[in-house]
């Protein structure tokens, strides 16, 4: 099984190699070169799972010839030991939110970054290589990242944040880890922290500490995505049942997730491709053109604050098109078959405010604002296509925990929601932070002292 880049001037490679490259050599994006199935008495079998049963048997379709399955199977149960709840919505039959919250940083990043975190250590084991992840973040990326890789063996990760841009909730949830992962606060901008990461991937001195960006777009992320999908499908359709997911949009890796496991047969009648006000994606749906926003425009749910999206490329490929870095489309991809299969929605910020209240108001529905945005696209798209959604199955996914967004949900409910597990008890652990200057050599010296031999 090869993965080839949707750029289409690289060499393919296997799982392995494309997992511990992250991009390909001529800038594109790994894609797998065909899509593994599950038949009708496959998928049936999936009800009775557990998720990571679920997760073992799609990944192995992709992984089998490269990762043994008693690997496999300990990567999954290490990696998903939290639930992943499927609540039915009161006063909506058929209409069920599906909560990716309930891993450690309490947002759907950790369903990818733990399992690309355990892959990348056990492809690393088998070449007695080790990496050292340097990752600049603004408070999110940073904590799904170290959470995921704490404790990891042969993985070293140094995460810098800018001191004062980073909520007292967001540093905890990186300080208080220890062991293999080093935190370091920079009396600086969130760009000066990226500059210096930057500087440090571009310093051909530094190739010895096999620097690795663990990036949102490898194709070690995407895969795990897919798996919720048939999660979802497998514990809330009859057989042959056609099911309708509502996904909240930002660079589109959770929305590829879904595309994947429909490519694998999963029966999905449609996905609601819900954004916010960076709408490039349904003016594209809608018209055929796709137009950059630069810069992105600035929404409550932020994590979806993209205005070029990278997995577009991925979604343009999928679909038989062409599409470069800048999102220029050199070959047109099959719209009618891209508007058969999803239903795109822009959502501003006065709609999703709405939906948090009407939500909670009409159906004890508690969303915070990247739900929202999702569920407000589904009521949008239901209301479009009656008779396709009229008693179906549909899941709107919900991307994080709504006590992540107190100062919102208390502006608009008027009360403060409760932490979960993960976040509760951070204030009492001991934090380890190293300050940090905003000078080069020194950063690059610091390095090449803990992590040069
Ligand atoms: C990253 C993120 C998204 C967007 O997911 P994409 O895969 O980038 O489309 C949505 N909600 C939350 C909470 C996120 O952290």
């Known amino acids: 099984m090869l993965y080839h880049s949707t750029n289409l001037k690289a060499e393919p490679v296997n799982f392995g190699a494309a997992l511990l490259k992250g991009l390909a050599e001529d800038g594109g994006l790994f894609m797998p070169e065909r899509y ?22 799609v990944l192995h379709k992709f992984l089998a010839d490269e990762l043994p399955a008693d690997d496999l199977r300990r990567l999954v149960n290490d990696a998903y030991d939290f639930p992943v709840p499927l609540e039915a919505v009161e006063n909506a039959p058929g209409r069920h939110v599906m909560r990716l919250d309930q891993g450690p940083t309490a947002s759907f990043k950790d369903f990818a970054a733990r399992m690309m975190g355990r892959l990348m250590q056990h492809f690393l084991g088998k070449e007695g290589r080790r990496l050292l992840i340097l990752t600049a973040t603004s408070g999110d990326t940073g904590s799904a990242i170290a959470n995921a890789f704490y404790g990891l063996d042969n993985i070293q990760v140094v995460v810098l944040f800018p001191t004062t841009e980073v909520t007292a909730r967001q540093r905890k949830q990186m300080t208080t880890l220890g062991r293999n992962i080093r935190v370091l606060s ?30 949102s777009i490898n194709i070690g992320r995407l895969l795990p995505q897919a798996v919720y999908y048939f999660h979802a499908w497998a514990k809330l359709t009859k057989p042959g049942e056609e099911i309708v997911f509502s996904v909240p949009s930002g660079n589109f890796g959770d929305l590829m997730g879904g595309l994947i496991a429909k490519k694998m047969g999963l029966p999905v009648r449609r996905f609601v491709v819900a954004t916010n006000e960076n ?20 929404c409550i749910s932020s994590a979806m604050n993209v205005g070029h999206p990278s997995n577009v490329a991925r979604l343009i490929a999928m679909y038989g098109g062409v599409m470069d870095e800048k999102g220029r489309i050199h070959k047109p991809a099959d719209l009618d078959a891209i508007r058969r299969d999803m239903y795109a929605v822009s959502v501003t910020d006065a709609q999703t405010e709405a939906t948090i209240r009407d939500a909670w108001r009409d159906h004890r529905l508690l969303l915070e604002p990247h739900g929202a945005v999702a569920w407000a696209g589904l009521s949008r798209y239901a209301a479009a296509q009656l008779a396709e959604a009229e008693g179906r199955t549909c899941v709107s996914v919900e991307t994080a925990h709504p006590a992540k967004f107190p100062e919102k949900i208390i502006e608009l409910l008027g009360f403060d929601p409760a932490l979960p597990p993960s976040l509760a008890g951070l204030d009492d652990k001991p934090e380890h932070v190293a300050p940090l200057d905003n000078d080069y050599p020194a950063f690059k010296a610091m390095l090449q002292e803990r992590y040069g031999s």
């Open 36 to 57: 593994p199935t599950f038949t009708a008495a496959e998928l049936e079998n999936l009800r009775a799972l557990d998720y990571p049963g679920v997760a073992f048997e």
């Open 186 to 215: 920079l009396d600086g901008k969130f760009d000066d922290c990226q500059a210096l990461v930057k500087l440090a991937f571009n310093d051909r001195e530094l190739d010895p500490l096999q620097l690795s960006s663990a990036n």
């Open 279 to 298: 709408d490039e994606f349904p003016l594209y749906w809608e018209n055929g053109e796709y137009h950059v926003i630069a810069p992105s425009r600035n």
